[in-house]
């Protein structure tokens, strides 16, 4: 098992440009997340999946989009890339919802919005 | 005030000392705790999981919750140099993975 995988590892947008960030998990989770992690802070939750066709936002969903069309994937879009969305994203993946059960997470994608 | 604190470090100690990680909180509501270790430049990856008070104890890893100091601890005995990482605490007052808290973490030095 690959676990979480997410791509791309590094990248570097200017302002107002796009992109998505790419995650799949291939462990059958039904539980899907997008974190950012910035120095300093913990974690934050940007938006988290429940199963194909549902999504909903976290703490800090503002600037980004999800989709989530089948179980093992789950994309991040950036539209419009301002300099506060300079951090590292983390895909994560979970079998259940309750606080015990272990969120496996992918590597991480670190952007730089210049 | 964030509602978990973590002291940033770094930590440094010897090899083979016994190491303690705290997190203090401001939200009486929460009962379910975790620790997460986090490598340079990986994802975190589950420790410890406590549910309420008392000690949770996992080969040379301990947890520890006390509710009326809102205070946490992760203990870690005969410490090794891959034990060095950063280790992050998070906490929810609802058996629910979408209200975790998260610690900013502390960065663990183990010298050989």
């Known amino acids: 098992n690959a676990g979480v995988t997410q791509t791309p590892k590094f990248r570097i947008l200017k302002i107002g440009q796009s992109m998505t960030l790419q995650c799949t998990q291939d462990?059958?989770?039904?539980?899907m997340y997008w974190y950012r992690q910035d120095p300093g802070m913990g974690l934050k939750l940007i938006y988290y999946?429940?199963?194909?066709?549902?999504?909903d936002k976290g703490e800090v969903p503002n600037g980004y989009n999800v989709s989530r069309s089948t179980t093992e994937d789950f994309p991040l879009r950036l539209e419009l890339a301002a300099p506060s969305q300079t951090s590292v994203y983390f895909c994560?993946?979970?079998?259940?919802?309750?606080?015990?059960?272990?969120?496996?997470f992918g590597e991480g994608s670190w952007l730089t919005v210049v | 005030q964030k509602e978990v604190e973590q002291d940033p470090g770094p930590l440094s100690v010897p090899e083979g000392a016994i190491v303690s990680l705290n997190c203090t909180y401001s939200?009486?509501?929460?009962?379910?705790f975790m620790w997460y270790r986090q490598y340079s430049r990986k994802g975190p990856e589950l420790l410890m999981y406590?549910?309420s008070s008392g000690n949770k104890e996992d080969g040379r890893f301990t947890a520890q919750v006390d509710k009326s100091s809102k205070y946490i601890s992760l203990f870690i005995r005969d410490s090794q140099p891959s034990d060095s990482a950063t280790y992050l605490c998070?906490?929810?007052?609802?058996?629910?993975?979408?209200?975790?808290?998260w610690g900013a973490g502390t960065k663990l030095i183990i010298k050989p």
């Open positions: 994560a993946s979970s079998a259940t919802v309750t606080s015990g059960n272990t969120i496996y």
């Open positions: 462990m059958n989770h039904n539980y």
């Open positions: 999946s429940v199963g194909a066709g549902i999504t």
């Open positions: 939200n009486s509501a929460f009962q379910y």
């Open positions: 406590t549910y």
């Open positions: 998070a906490m929810s007052p609802m058996d629910s993975n979408y209200q975790l808290i």
